[in-house]
């Protein structure tokens, strides 16, 4: 089976999920293309998996007159089982080529729909976005497939690696320091639990600013910044509580996972942007082992489940194996 992927994001959780799909892919016999932009930390991390070509697809550049006329002329001659653009931007480079399925995959909710007038299915990764899609008037085909990741354990990082105590209660979120990512809310929560640490694993044109509020706050000696991490799972293995603040996120808030969340159940639901709510969110998991126990255990259940990297990667291929 071949794919070829269009890819032309820069750093964040939809570029670590590419990574482990195609790795995955890789690991079932996939022969895959991939076109990134320049320069991604990420390359390396694929090179072993993908044939990789480098452009940049911008206005005002010449690939933006060439890459389109390559891409079509390599899928007449390759014959791949599968075309696969990466969110809007991407979708522009599809050709318009008939010989296999097109597919276009949403992270996030678009505003319209020009974007993909060569793409026979859009992959939502929850129903939500699929939902929206259909709602601003796409009428070709819609899949919901989610992201998966790594379920192996691991062992955690010292945390003396973030100069933090071993007793405290430690707080994670991670992700793209933008305002939408809600982690002004989460330093607010953090000012409201004595106690507590947080981790802030990514970054961000937001970084400094949030430092600004940690010292006003007076919490500064409580949070860490600790940047972008190939891996983030010791960090996550070495924390208490993993939150996640954002006002606008397909997988990271109310929004989004209330088709796989139960509040009480799997995880605590708190109202967006509500700063007391999170703090005592944290303080009711910080305070009560056995609630945090029991969340953790069926939070696994429910990613083994539902979001286990043979579930999503089987169903990829036979999306890639059908012809629309």
């Not at 075309?83 to 678009?110: E, T």
């Not at 949030?210 to 910044?225: C, I, P």
Request: glycine share 8%; hydrophobic share 40%; net charge positive.
């Amino acid at each position: 089976m071949k794919v070829m992927h269009f890819h032309f994001g820069k750093d964040g959780g939809a570029e670590r999920f590419f990574v482990h799909l195609v790795n995955a892919l890789a690991e079932r016999g996939v022969e895959q293309t991939s076109v990134i932009r320049h320069g991604r930390i990420w390359k390396k991390d694929i090179e072993g998996a993908t044939r990789i070509i480098e452009s940049n697809f911008r206005n005002l550049s010449l690939d933006r007159i060439l890459l389109p006329m390559k891409v079509s002329s390599m899928a007449r001659r390759e014959k791949p089982d599968a075309l696969f653009a990466w969110m809007p931007r991407a979708s522009r480079l599809m050709p318009n080529y008939k010989g296999c399925i097109k597919i276009s995959r949403l992270g996030d909710y678009p505003l319209r729909l020009d974007y993909f007038r060569n793409t026979d299915c859009l992959v939502c990764n929850t129903p939500g976005i699929a939902e929206h899609v259909r709602k601003i008037g796409w009428k070709r085909d819609v899949e919901v497939i989610s992201n998966f990741t790594g379920t192996e354990p691991v062992a955690p990082i010292s945390r003396a690696t973030l100069d933090t105590p071993e007793s405290v209660p430690v707080v994670m979120s991670m992700g793209r320091f933008v305002p939408r990512k809600g982690f002004h809310t989460l330093i607010q929560a953090i000012a409201k639990v004595p106690d507590a640490y947080l981790w802030l694993v990514g970054d961000g044109e937001e970084r400094a600013n949030l430092e600004k509020l940690a010292a006003d706050l007076g919490v500064a000696k409580r949070v860490r910044f600790a940047g972008w991490q190939k891996d983030t799972r010791p960090f996550l293995a070495a924390s208490d509580i993993f939150v996640m603040a954002s006002s606008h996120e397909p997988l990271g808030n109310s929004e989004g996972p209330q088709w796989f969340m139960r509040d009480g159940e799997n995880g605590l639901m708190v109202d967006i942007g509500d700063a007391d709510g999170f703090a005592q969110a944290i303080d009711r998991i910080a305070g009560d082992t056995s609630l945090g126990e029991r969340l953790a255990e069926r939070g696994h259940e429910t990613l083994m489940n539902q979001f286990s990297k043979q579930a999503i990667t089987d169903a990829y291929l036979k999306l890639f194996a059908s012809k629309r």
